[in-house]
T-cell receptor, first 112, second 114 residues
Framework: DADVTQTPRNRITKTGKRIMLECSQTKGHDRMYWYRQDPGLGLRLIYYSFDVKDINKGEISDGYSVSRQAQAKFSLSLESAIPNQTALYFC???????????FGSGTRLTVV | AQSVTQLDSQVPVFEEAPVELRCNYSSSVSVYLFWYVQYPNQGLQLLLKYLSGSTLVKGINGFEAEFNKSQTSFHLRKPSVHISDTAEYFCAVRLNFGNEKLTFGTGTRLTIIP
């Protein structure tokens, strides 16, 4: 099994719908992150969590929310999806030193 | 705040030729530096990292990078590329203290020409 599992792998949704992307990890890491990848823009940080009771906004958090249900689970929600949220979304984990991140395989989200 | 600039968005290289992917960073304090690779339809994998010590860092798949503090660069090199090196490569930086997060560059797409 993968160290970081993201579900679903692909999703097409309509404008205005609520959608949740899920992430679970078996690394035992405290720190989890959600990034968004767009062509030519690289990866941009949406939200991050350093432990179960810690949630922080990243550089592009507007229109998104997160939930850290357990050490191993970190979900990203789009409350009302819009077309410019069409992107590839990655979850990642790191240990407390943050020397290297482990990424999931990504969720490709299309908002129509 | 720190930032990363990858100077080339696309680099085509003939198979078995050498390659250099350029990365420059900006920070007023010391940093850690990373290179990640993303193969088609996959997540990112760590290629190598510079934390401290020797400025020449060796990674997986024959890649290496050199940290140059005076030029604020961390260029990635491979002496002879293969078709399997076709991927997107991301440089990333974080401050070397505190609870800091990785900041990624915009990526360089490496295409190997047979």
């Amino acid at each position: 099994d993968a160290d970081v599992t993201q579900t679903p792998r692909n999703r097409i949704t309509k404008t205005g719908k609520r959608i949740m992307l899920e992430c679970s990890q078996t690394k035992g890491h405290d720190r989890m992150y959600w990034y968004r990848q767009d062509p030519g823009l690289g990866l941009r940080l949406i939200y991050y969590s350093f432990d179960v009771k810690d949630i922080n906004k990243g550089e592009i958090s507007d229109g998104y929310s997160v939930s850290r249900q357990a050490q191993a689970k970190f979900s990203l929600s789009l409350e009302s999806a819009i077309p410019n949220q069409t992107a590839l979304y990655f979850c990642a984990t790191s240990d407390r030193q943050g020397y290297g991140y482990t990424f999931g395989s990504g969720t490709r989200l299309t908002v129509v | 705040a720190q930032s990363v600039t990858q100077l080339d968005s696309q680099v085509p290289v003939f198979e078995e030729a050498p390659v250099e992917l350029r990365c420059n960073y900006s920070s007023s304090v010391s940093v850690y530096l990373f290179w990640y690779v993303q193969y088609p339809n996959q997540g990112l994998q760590l290629l190598l990292k510079y934390l401290s010590g020797s400025t020449l860092v060796k990674g997986i798949n024959g890649f290496e990078a050199e940290f140059n503090k005076s030029q604020t660069s961390f260029h990635l090199r491979k002496p002879s590329v293969h078709i399997s090196d076709t991927a997107e490569y991301f440089c990333a930086v974080r401050l070397n203290f505190g609870n800091e997060k990785l900041t990624f560059g915009t990526g360089t797409r490496l295409t190997i020409i047979p």
